[in-house]
């Protein structure tokens, strides 16, 4: 079974300040990693993943993330924050050693950025 | 190209009543994926298909069937609405099971 947790329901960061948005997860095999992001009444939007290879993920809009593999975590981090970032933001798994496709979606942090 | 489309954006039913969820794709993905998003509990799989005339059962497939016969469109059917079918119903695709996902605009079902 795979499962994923974003411990924070949300999180508030100053424009202009460095955010970071928590992810882990558990699966049986290798995982591929995924972050989403959500604007109000919208689908979900991809930002960025890890397959394997560099742990740093560079992503859209500056967003990027670092897989740990000792941790079992994939945060999502940006150097400078946008009021415009404000969004909801999901982190997805799935198990590299089943093919159905099946990903395991997180419950979501809300980020807000205030000016 | 248009992406993913879902139709409709908004419906209300009635308890007891059917309808059918219609996501369509023109990137020439293999799978195909329905989620339901419901508050604080991110987004949970209903059924999905590896490709044309294929479904699987996701997380949460009771009172849910699927149809794929044809490889762009994917049909997600309610066939006696409950109240706690009441959702976002989000569509999406990939080309891959370890590609990216692009996602519809969703369904917001209101089950009265």
């Known amino acids: 079974a795979q499962s994923v947790a974003q411990p924070e329901d949300q999180v508030n960061v100053a424009e202009g300040n460095p955010l970071t948005v928590k992810c882990t997860y558990s699966?049986?095999?290798?995982?591929?990693l995924f972050w989403y992001v959500q604007y109000p009444n919208r689908g979900l939007q991809f930002l960025l993943k890890?397959?394997?290879?560099?742990?740093l993920v560079k992503g859209s809009y500056g967003f990027e993330a670092e897989f740990n593999k000792s941790q079992t975590s994939f945060h999502l981090k940006k150097p400078s924050a946008l009021v415009s970032d404000s969004a909801l933001y999901f982190c997805?798994?799935?198990?590299?050693?089943?093919?159905?496709?099946?990903?395991?979606f997180g419950d979501g942090t809300t980020l807000t950025v205030k000016p | 190209n248009a992406g993913v489309t879902q139709t409709p954006k908004f419906r209300v039913l009635k308890t007891g009543q059917s309808m059918t969820l219609l996501c369509a794709q023109d990137?020439?993905?293999?799978?195909m994926y329905w989620y339901r998003q419901d508050p604080g509990m991110g987004l949970r799989l209903i059924h999905y298909?590896?490709?044309?005339?294929?479904?699987a059962k996701g997380e949460v497939p009771d009172g849910y069937n699927v149809s794929r016969l044809k490889k762009q469109n994917f049909l997600l059917g309610l066939e006696s609405a409950a109240p706690s079918q009441t959702s976002v119903y989000f569509c999406?695709?990939?080309?891959?099971?370890?590609?990216?996902?692009?996602f519809g605009p969703g369904t917001r079902l209101t089950v009265l």
């Open positions: 999406a695709s990939s080309y891959t099971y370890t590609d990216t996902q692009y």
């Open positions: 699966v049986s095999g290798n995982p591929y």
């Open positions: 890890y397959i394997t290879g560099d742990n």
């Open positions: 997805a798994v799935r198990d590299y050693n089943t093919n159905a496709g099946k990903s395991t």
């Open positions: 990137m020439n993905h293999e799978y």
């Open positions: 298909s590896v490709g044309e005339g294929t479904t």
